[in-house]
Every structure is written in C-alpha cells, then in structure tokens.
C-alpha cells in the first residue's frame, strides 16, 4: 500500500506540474497561421521584390530606347523645319532683289594737285550740246533710208483690178451689116481696154445682135465710157446692154 500510494503521488505531482510536451506542434501552426495571415515569409519577400526590380529596370531600359528614338526622329523633323524656313526666306527676298537693278557704284577717282586741273581741262573739252555735223550726218541718212525704202517700193510691181465685161450689141434690123458693125466697135480704142472674141446670137425675126468680150482696167475705163462710145455709131447700133460683168 504505502508503494502504491507513492506512485500515485509521483503522478499527481507530473500532472500538477506545467509540462508542454507538443510544443514544437504548436510552434509550427502557429508559424503557418501567421504566413497565411500576413503572406509570404521574408524571404519570398526579398525574392519577389527583386524579380519586381528586374521588371523595373527593363522597363526603363525600354523606355529610354524609345526616348532617344524619339529625340533623333524630333531632330531630324527641327533640322527639315529649318531648310524649309531657310527655303521660303529665300524664294521671298528673290522677287525684291530681281524687281532692284543692282546699281553698279562708278569708280571713284581721286583727285589732287595738278590732277584737278587736267581735269577741267578734259571737262572744258566735252561738247554737252553736240554739234552741227552730227546734225547733218543723221539727216543724211535718215535721207538715205526714205529714198532706199521709195525705190524699193516703185520696183514691186502693183496689183492692178481688171474685170472682164460682155456686151450685147444691137443693130437697128436684119439689113444692117453686122461685119461692119463689129469692125466700128473694135474701132473704140483707150488705155485699158482689150478687145476679145465675139459672136452673133440670133434675137428673132432674122435679126442677130453682136456678143463680144472685152478686158479693162477698172480704175481706167468704165462700162458708161464704153457704152458712149459705141452707140456713137448711130448708123449700125441701136443700143448696148451689159451682159455680163466679172472681176478678175
């Protein structure tokens, strides 16, 4: 009995004592409650923060790629701006400088001494006014000029308006002797006329009256001048008509 009750107080004393065996357990649980709460340990951290830097930093690189592309395609478009202003500065003061005769300035000469007085001498030498012979020479051949142009002139031949005209002569009846009667109208003669063919033309009851052509000068001899002189010869011609009148 007192062995018995001696191990029951040795248990007794283990239970009443604060013993934590399974501590490590606790210790872990606790460890993974806190990484789920708060995310990863420190150490997923740090590896997570540099593969996030190393983003960054390729991130940045591009970007200022892209910068200096954009500063070299800037400079280029400056510099093409620039030939353009230089370009259109340049068409604008063109007109100004072709509408401006440039003005050469005379030489300057110096003078002094002695100089000076050859000078008035040269100047006292100079005809301001010109002379008569100078006159006379360009009227000489102004002269010359007028006289060549008139000869010239006489020598081309001048168009001369002709026309050429058909008369109907009329004898007085069939008795009347038409040789004759033609033989009297070609009798008419003036500057300016030319005889042609002829021919009698029946007019009825046996009577023929005389068709005959002639060419004449329009500014000499008239179809009135003509008929005047015919009908003189009143024995043979009882009138003259125009048949036919054409310009040549």
């Keep these: 009995m007192p062995k018995q009750s001696t191990k029951m107080s ?18 872990e649980a606790e460890k993974c409650f806190y990484e789920g709460a708060n995310g990863p340990s420190t150490q997923q951290q740090q590896s997570s923060s540099h593969g996030g830097d190393q983003e960054l930093v390729t991130r940045m ?18 510099a093409a701006l620039q030939k353009l202003e230089s370009r259109v500065a340049m068409l604008e003061k063109t007109p100004a400088a072709a509408a401006v005769p440039s003005a050469k300035a005379a030489p300057v000469k110096q003078v002094n001494g002695n100089d000076a007085d050859d ?8 005809d301001l006014f010109g002379s008569d012979d100078d006159d006379a020479e360009a009227e000489r051949l102004k ?35 038409m ?16 005889w042609g063919a002829s021919k009698l033309v029946p ?15 329009d500014d000499k001899v008239g179809t009135d001048i003509l008929e ?6 009143e024995d043979f011609v009882q009138s003259v008509d125009v048949a036919a009148f054409n310009k040549i």
Excluded at 143 to 168: G, M, V, W
Excluded at 204 to 216: A, D, E, P, R, T
Aim: proline share 2%; net charge negative; with cysteine.
């Design 10 to 27: 040795g248990l007794q004393c283990l239970a009443s004592e604060n013993i934590w065996f399974d501590k490590h357990r606790y210790d």
């Design 61 to 78: 690189k591009s970007m200022e790629l892209e910068n200096q592309a954009l500063h070299k395609v800037v400079e280029s478009m400056r």
């Design 119 to 126: 000078d008035d001498d040269d100047d006292d030498d100079v």
């Design 143 to 177: 002269q010359e000029r007028i006289d060549a142009y008139t000869a010239k002139k006489a020598k081309k031949p001048t168009l001369i308006a002709k026309s050429s005209i058909l008369l109907d002569v009329k004898p007085w009846d069939d008795e009347t002797d």
């Design 179 to 194: 040789a004759k009667l033609e033989e009297c109208v070609r009798t008419v003669q003036m500057d300016g006329l030319l």
């Design 203 to 217: 007019v009825g009851y046996g009577i023929k009256k005389l068709q005959i052509n002639c060419v004449v000068e």
């Design 228 to 233: 005047e002189e015919i009908t003189k010869f």
